[in-house]
């Protein structure tokens, strides 16, 4: 009988070292403050609030973590400075991955881009840079995301609405027109694993075609299976293991022949916007990041070739300490599942390399000036937490596309976060705090407990083919609409100090007229000029390769350089592994 399979939970409770005798607090004085303490809270504290000494805040996507009223070193009796936090730069990297944090490596601006078609879409990205952006973030519209061309029908009235539209080489080289792709470092938001397989090749072939080798370019892609089995909203999935197959693929290809490009992007993000707390996301994002290392290590690839270019992807939302903690908990968490599990030996693969971006369900449509204030608490939340990048979510996101104006403000909030405030100064400012150390503990501890619950189901792919993670979205959406109806969720200006007349209305973004018109146009002319036997030759091999469990991206790449559109790769994927669908627990 084959032996049990241990947790990431056992693993870690076996190989981490003892603790010690306190380095900080000694028993005497323990003793003391506990006395001094219970004193003060029978004499000063009301007895109402000695009831209700623990509350739970009730926040939009909030964890439901219980918060005593006062924290003091009784609340972490047994906190040891270096084993606990350790200076920044070093093992367990609570307070930052780097010693000197944002005064050495100040945090990317990296605003999403993307609406129209590409030339829109090019001028947008140029703007941003004029403005002080230093990063580029494409998001791609609905059609490009599910797969489908442009011409589809079911891309009819969607085209360029919400997000950049892209059916070949020719739009990718329209978006990047005098954009120095060896000189700046992009995001592509592919989403899915199928998309990235599909996307990130013609990022390859534009380089390619203007001379740059795949050495020099910089960036990241999502490539994440919990985008594309379970948050995402179109109508036709691949099966969760062959979707895991190809986010695997894309992994070793581009490790293999872009080394500079950080090739997952681990998104919880989308996941807790979709509907789920803080731990979940994160938990979710890190059992899969634990199922893809087991799986490069069977491949015969060494754990921290691929871990040095992990990163993920986070969801900031509206409870500021848990938002703080939760980043500086994930950090630590990331590290010893390194260190612990997988034995890494660089400290590039115990680093816990995030972009966050501020949370867009936040966003109200009522009283819309109000999501500024909302998206810079945010933002500084994530400042204080100690991220690598940064997105701030535009007033208007709640209507459409930002405007330039909004977009332009988004940008400066993380520019006057940066420049004005002397927040980046210090390095990680709260630590130490008694409330923030506590809550960055009692979140690790959550965290690991629900990846304890996914390992314990069989791991990340079994777990969504069973309906683990669906079930757990509806109950967690369902109860949160609950609350926001009942008031228990207070959101102002829309439950909450609502405003008793209507307010002026807001400048809202207009599309561009003609985008669909004009991209049926272009792909009509792609398919006049290339050659059919090519394409036709490039996308059987595909599907065998599919078959054959070979590594899809060479083929994938192929197609792209002989210009197959997006959704007839995509049909090759359908075809290959045929459809699934997931559980329905609405």
Known sequence: MAEKKKTTKEILREKLPERTAPSLYNPAALEGLCQEFEQWRSTMVGEEDRKNWCVTPHTILGSEIPREMLYTPLSNPDFDYMQDLGHSGQEPFTRGIHANMYRGREFTMRQLTGFGGPEETNQRIKFMLAHGGTGINVLFDLPTIQMYDSDDPMSRGQVGMSGVAVDSVEDMDLIFKDIPLDRVTVSLVTHYPSNTAILFPMYLVLAERRGIPWNKLRGSVQNDITLEEVVRSGPEYIPPKDCFRIQCDNIEFIRQNVPLWNFVTYNGYNLREFGTSGVTEMAVALANAIGTLEEMLRRGHEVDWIAERLAFFWSPASDFFEEVARIRAVRRLWYKIMKYRFDTQSPRSMWMRCHVQTSGV????????????????????????????????????????????????SLRTQQIIQAETGVTEVVDPLGGSFYVEALTNEIEMRILDEVDEIERIGGYVTALEKGWLHKKIAEYFNNERKMIEKGVIKLVGYNFYKAPVELPPINVFRYPEGVEEKQKARLGKLREKRDIEKVNSALLALEEACKKGENVMPYTLQCARVGCSEGEIFKVFKQAFGLWKPPVFW
């Open 362 to 409: 936040s966003l109200m449509r009522e009283e819309p000036l109000n999501n500024i204030i909302r998206a810079a608490y945010h933002a500084l939340a994530c400042v204080l937490g100690g991220v690598q990048s940064l997105h701030v979510d535009s007033y208007d996101e709640a209507y459409s596309v930002p405007t330039e104006e909004a977009a332009l403000l």
